[in-house]
């Protein structure tokens, strides 16, 4: 990719074709696909919590009181940024391997939804943080998920099959959610606008995982070990990216009204602002509880019911990064962890494995016939 800078939107425009043509993206996705950005209306005009709750939302940067705030706003846009063309880059190999017609419509439709998230992103730095804008929204485009160069490391492994992709879509694209959800009170308007049709359009990605996973369940093919398996890696993690525990960036942004609590509308208490990142990721796992919950209405009787790992298992981030706890959360002995590790997530023999019952194209209801 071109190491000329980027100035204007026209610039970001030339560098993001030059991404799609060096991904090599199908042209189903990238005929006559150009992204937009999207605003929608605010819930109120005032900030919402934190020190400044009761003044009138920033506008611009230029209304941002503080640098330390506009420092936090600009990470966040990244942030959030950084993963939704990650996404697209994990995705794109699975244009060919589609299970249906269906199934590759609806892959297209968000691989073009998030190339819009991504954008969405990139014109909120464009407009309102000047040079330091135009150098992260062309980061944006030459950090590589097939180079371990995004930000978050969930977004740099790899998805090789249609039931990895169903359950990113479930457990990962939920975390977007989450994400998305505490940002759309954020005392920076054009942030907290980006945040409604974003929202809208995810709650298609969410679905197709969910549905994805039922109709995996229901055709009675991938053996439930296997299943819990890839299940346990995508949650664990997906628990990830809430963040570190205790952490003083989001306890600050709290306070400057730039990040809200997922519930920040209904809950009634003071926010315990030491472990902002833990109630978020708390109420995700109740959340995906529920949806495995469901999903178990799939398992035929006496078969052994999916299940959640532990918030304590093969964790990269926080308090337990790196530490020996097993699925149920009791701490092993690192001999026995690594052998339980080797148990209870997916290996090269097992992937050998899926890959070979997706050959019969029965693997999925409602698969295409061979």
């Known amino acids: 990719?071109?190491?000329?800078?980027?100035?204007?939107?026209?610039?970001?425009?030339?560098?993001?074709?030059?991404?799609?043509?060096?991904?090599?993206?199908?042209?189903?996705?990238?005929?006559?696909?150009?992204?937009?950005?999207?605003?929608?209306?605010?819930?109120?005009?005032?900030?919402?919590?934190?020190?400044?709750?009761?003044?009138?939302?920033?506008?611009?940067?230029?209304?941002?009181p503080d640098q330390r705030?506009?420092?936090?706003?600009l990470a966040m846009i990244t942030f959030q940024g950084d993963t939704e063309f990650a996404s697209v880059e994990q995705q794109r190999q699975l244009l060919e391997t589609a299970p249906s017609d269906a199934d590759l419509k609806c892959l297209v439709r968000?691989?073009?939804?998030?190339?819009?998230?991504?954008?969405?992103?990139?014109?909120?730095?464009?407009?309102?943080?000047?040079?330091?804008g135009k150098i992260e929204a062309q980061k944006l485009l030459e950090?590589?998920?097939?180079?371990?160069?995004?930000?978050?490391?969930?977004?740099?492994?790899?998805?090789?099959?249609?039931?990895?992709?169903?359950?990113?879509q479930e457990l990962v694209d939920r975390d977007g959610k989450f994400q998305l959800t505490m940002l759309s009170r954020s005392s920076f308007a054009p942030l907290a606008r980006s945040m409604g049709p974003m929202l809208q359009e995810e709650s298609f990605h969410l679905m197709t995982g969910h549905q994805g996973l039922t109709r995996v369940l229901k055709a009675r093919r991938v053996p439930l070990r296997l299943?819990?398996?890839?299940?346990?890696?995508?949650?664990?993690?997906?628990?990830?990216?809430?963040?570190?525990?205790?952490?003083?960036?989001?306890?600050?942004?709290?306070?400057?009204?730039?990040?809200?609590?997922?519930?920040?509308?209904?809950?009634?208490?003071?926010?315990?602002?030491?472990?902002?990142?833990?109630a978020a990721r708390?109420?995700?796992?109740a959340e995906v509880q529920k949806l495995v919950?469901?999903?178990?209405?799939?398992?035929?009787?006496?078969?052994?019911?999916?299940?959640?790992?532990?918030?304590?298992?093969?964790?990269?981030?926080?308090?337990?990064?790196?530490k020996s706890y097993s699925v149920e959360g009791v701490e092993l002995s690192k001999e026995a962890y690594q052998k339980h590790r080797r148990e209870v997530l997916p290996t090269p023999g097992d992937e050998a494995e899926l890959r070979g019952l997706m050959k019969d194209h029965d693997w999925v209801l409602g698969a295409a016939k061979a």
């Open 1 to 64: 990719m071109s190491s000329a800078k980027i100035s204007n939107r026209d610039d970001w425009v030339s560098v993001f074709r030059a991404w799609q043509r060096e991904l090599n993206l199908d042209e189903r996705f990238t005929r006559d696909f150009m992204p937009v950005a999207k605003y929608g209306e605010m819930k109120t005009e005032e900030i919402e919590f934190g020190d400044y709750k009761g003044r009138p939302k920033w506008r611009n940067a230029r209304q941002v």
């Open 69 to 73: 705030i506009r420092d936090s706003i």
């Open 110 to 132: 968000i691989m073009q939804e998030e190339t819009r998230h991504g954008f969405q992103m990139t014109d909120v730095l464009l407009e309102h943080f000047g040079d330091s």
């Open 143 to 168: 950090r590589r998920a097939t180079k371990n160069t995004r930000l978050l490391t969930t977004f740099n492994d790899p998805i090789t099959t249609w039931f990895d992709l169903y359950l990113f």
């Open 227 to 278: 299943f819990q398996k890839y299940l346990t890696k995508w949650a664990s993690s997906a628990y990830d990216l809430f963040g570190t525990d205790h952490s003083g960036s989001a306890a600050w942004a709290y306070v400057w009204g730039v990040k809200g609590r997922y519930n920040e509308d209904t809950a009634k208490e003071a926010a315990d602002k030491n472990a902002l990142n833990e």
């Open 282 to 285: 708390a109420a995700y796992v």
């Open 293 to 322: 919950d469901q999903l178990n209405e799939q398992v035929p009787e006496g078969e052994p019911k999916l299940r959640l790992p532990d918030l304590k298992f093969n964790r990269r981030i926080g308090d337990y990064a790196g």
